[in-house]
């Protein structure tokens, strides 16, 4: 099997694509629940029959697939990704309906789920290609496709997604290279936690902490959070780079294991900390990268 598969060229762009496809996709969730709230969920029906947003959803996911089929050029491959990714966001958005027996797309877990089926696809992406390099033999072949295609134009679609991903970065880098942003964002993500856990302990009981009709798991996620914060603090007299390192799991705690919970309990409202939990985690990879000794 093993060597069937050395015999198989992955594409140098695997990475993007994969970036493009998540991030198209959660998108066009968050963008097509903001559009039915705000238009009072409107529905595509001819007499008796409905059209959910699925079909759609499917539709796109084929045509994407024709494209990747019938074209070799990089460009259409990644403009393939965009579609797709608007494609497999309408799909799962509609998950609700077909794990409950009333078909209720407003079913709660729904928002939960569809997070951890996202966070499970970052990692088994990001093991595809951060984890098994492209070989010697793979990167000459990508160079020399690329070699016969470099005259080839890209669509306007991806100028535009190329434009906005160049600007987003550079954007995000020059904020963090402002000598007090990272310690700032860090000594409020500090404070915070140690807010968080003096409130689960029951210490204080600050407004803004919201400890009502919140799970168990998200209490004991947040709780560990907080626990690998002192951790943290305890070292980072002594290294400052391993006190970072506790904050990083802190944060991906708050990624992986409280957040879930607080998207079940409160649906799309659990969308800020998740935001707060990113950016977060973007300045400690960037303090990390920087400062690797």
Known sequence: MRSERKNLVRDSDAGELFELLLVISIATILINRAFLALTGYPKIAFGSLHIAHMLWGGLLMLLSLVM????WN??????????????????????????TNDNDYFFKPTIAIVYIIFIVMYLIF?????????????IKVNKA????????SESR????????????????MRILTVPSVIP????????????????????????WVPMENVSGLSLTGAFCSSILVLIGLLVLKSSRRKAVHWFRQAVLVNIFVTQVFLFYQSQLTALWGLIVDLLVYACIDYYLRNHPA
């Open 68 to 71: 990747v089929f019938y074209y």
């Open 184 to 207: 700032g964002i860090m000594i409020f993500f500090v404070f915070t936690s140690l807010v968080q856990f003096a409130a689960i302990l029951g210490w204080i009981n600050p407004g």
């Open 145 to 152: 496709i690329r070699k016969e295609l470099e005259s080839s």
């Open 74 to 99: 990089p460009s259409l491959r990644r403009l393939a990704a965009f579609i797709s990714g608007i494609g497999f966001g309408l799909f799962i958005d509609e998950l609700g309906k077909f794990i």
């Open 157 to 172: 679609w991806l100028k535009g997604y190329d434009y906005v991903r160049s600007i987003s970065k550079t954007f995000l």
């Open 126 to 138: 990001r093991r595809m290609v951060v984890f098994h390099p492209l070989s010697e033999r793979e």
